[in-house]
């Protein structure tokens, strides 16, 4: 199994510009999480998708945030347009339900750099 | 890494000795708990889960104990090795309203040669 990818693993952009971060969860799991990784703020969950439909997006910061989960294997998490705030690392996590645990399993993630 | 020791507890531990790391939850309904360990440029990866029923679990060279009393959580390493050098998380969830998991500031396990 390839586990959770992530694309791309870095993505240096200017203020303003548009940036889509790309995942691709494990096969046959039905939640995707998405998550924000800085040194100030330590891990934080921005949103998450059952079944691709979003349950809970009280962690996407503003409107500049958006995310899609247009089928089982693929989402994306974009920022339009971006701030320099934005920088962080960016997770992707998925898990299956219906197990004993509650075992997330992240991808390598995304480091963005906004200047 | 994505964690800098300036906003982390650091515990230091020399190789071989044991080493217990702490955390206090925060929400006294949480019933399920979860340890990840967070290699430097990867993503956190679960190392072992413990139910509010019980106060201990035990696992490969690892073990968790609960204390709910106090709204406590420790992961002991047993022997640390310097593969075990990372930063580790404690998490909380209440498995019967939703899954979303609570991540805990994280400490950072230093291994001394």
């Known amino acids: 199994d390839a586990g959770v990818i992530q694309s791309p693993r870095h993505e240096v952009t200017e203020m303003g510009q548009e940036v889509t971060l790309r995942c691709k969860p494990i096969?046959?799991?039905?939640?995707l999480f998405w998550y924000r990784q800085t040194m100030m703020r330590g891990l934080e969950l921005l949103i998450y998708?059952?079944?691709?439909?979003?349950?809970?997006d009280s962690g996407m910061p503003e409107d500049r945030f958006s995310a899609k989960m247009p089928n089982a294997s693929f989402s994306t998490l974009k920022i339009q347009p971006s701030e320099p705030r934005d920088s962080a690392v960016y997770f992707c996590?998925?898990?299956?339900?219906?197990?004993?645990?509650?075992?997330?399993?992240f991808g390598p993630g995304t480091r963005l750099t906004v200047t | 890494g994505e964690n800098v020791g300036l906003h982390l507890p650091t515990l230091s531990v020399q190789e071989g000795d044991n080493s217990i790391i702490n955390c206090a939850y925060s929400?006294?309904?949480?019933?399920?708990f979860i340890w990840y360990k967070q290699e430097s440029g990867k993503g956190p990866q679960f190392i072992i889960d413990?139910?509010?029923?019980?106060d201990k679990r035990q696992g490969q060279r690892v073990t968790v104990l609960l204390n709910k009393t106090v709204k406590h959580l420790s992961l002991q390493i047993a022997a640390t090795q310097p593969g075990d050098s990372a930063v580790y998380f404690c998490?909380?969830?209440?498995?019967?309203?939703?899954?979303?998991?609570?991540f805990g500031k994280g400490t950072r396990l230093h291994i001394l040669p």
């Open positions: 096969s046959g799991h039905d939640y």
């Open positions: 998490a909380e969830t209440y498995m019967n309203r939703d899954d979303k998991i609570i």
């Open positions: 929400n006294s309904a949480s019933d399920y």
């Open positions: 996590a998925s898990s299956a339900s219906g197990g004993t645990t509650y075992e997330q399993y």
């Open positions: 998708f059952n079944n691709n439909v979003p349950i809970d």
């Open positions: 413990i139910r509010s029923n019980m």
